[in-house]
């Protein structure tokens, strides 16, 4: 079946760095359009980056811009999201996700969630 698993969350200071990772399975990759999504308490969840399976295009929110780093292994079954200078309101639960077509029908698949504390 589809699975999606997060990993590298975890706590940092402001301004520092983490590396998250997620493992996809049962499914074809390659032709999947990845993203990040996140949510904090009380909010809504947003969009954080997508990487698209063709061309590897990338998009942000406005908010990460310049400081986070969508990257994927399609040898691997693996994207990745590289956070640099973390600031305390990027404290959320980070979601990884799976966007592709089984039997020409779109799918949309969820990671379980990996927790993101920034503090000092």
């Known amino acids: 079946q589809v699975q999606l698993v997060e990993s590298g969350g975890g706590l940092v200071q402001p301004g520092g760095s983490l590396r998250l990772s997620c493992a996809a399975s049962?499914?074809?990759?390659?032709?999947?359009?990845m993203s990040w999504y996140r949510q904090a308490p009380g909010k809504e969840r947003e969009l954080v980056a997508t990487i698209t399976s063709i061309t590897g295009s990338t998009n942000y929110a406005d908010s990460v811009k310049g400081r986070f780093t969508i990257s994927r292994d399609n040898d691997k079954n693996t994207v990745s999201l590289q956070m640099n200078s973390l600031k305390t309101e990027d404290t959320s639960i980070y979601y990884c996700?799976?966007?592709?077509?089984?039997?020409?029908?779109?799918?949309?698949?969820w990671g379980q969630g990996t927790q993101v504390t920034v503090s000092s």
């Open positions: 049962g499914f074809s990759f390659s032709s999947a359009t």
């Open positions: 996700n799976a966007k592709f077509r089984r039997i020409g029908l779109p799918q949309n698949a």
